[in-house]
């Protein structure tokens, strides 16, 4: 089983949306970008991409959540926002 170790707080209960892809990937400002991320359904014999979500993060959050998925493909235990446990495996 895969732990990661976090201090979050959710005090608004925040929803899961539960995502199939990236639509769209624009740059807004200088250096942040907004994801548009879909689902699929299909309506009257088509399939369709609907937006379930938009997601507006700095460049640097980016880099930094690639490197956090890879370490949690891996195996690693990720520790916090800024580094996987190196070595750590669940």
């Known amino acids: 089983m895969r732990d990661a170790f976090t201090e979050l707080i959710d005090p608004a209960c ?53 490197r956090q998925c890879s370490a949690f493909q891996a195996g690693d235990l990720i520790i916090d926002e800024n580094a996987p446990l190196e070595g750590a495996r669940h």
Do not use: P
């Not at 949306?17 to 942040?32: P, W």
């Open 14 to 66: 925040v929803a899961d949306v539960f995502v199939e892809g990236i639509g769209e990937i624009e740059r807004i400002g200088t250096n942040c970008i907004r994801m548009t991320m879909f689902a699929t359904r299909s309506s009257q014999g088509r399939r369709e991409r609907i937006v379930v979500a938009r997601l507006v993060l700095q460049e640097a959050t980016l880099a930094r959540s690639l």
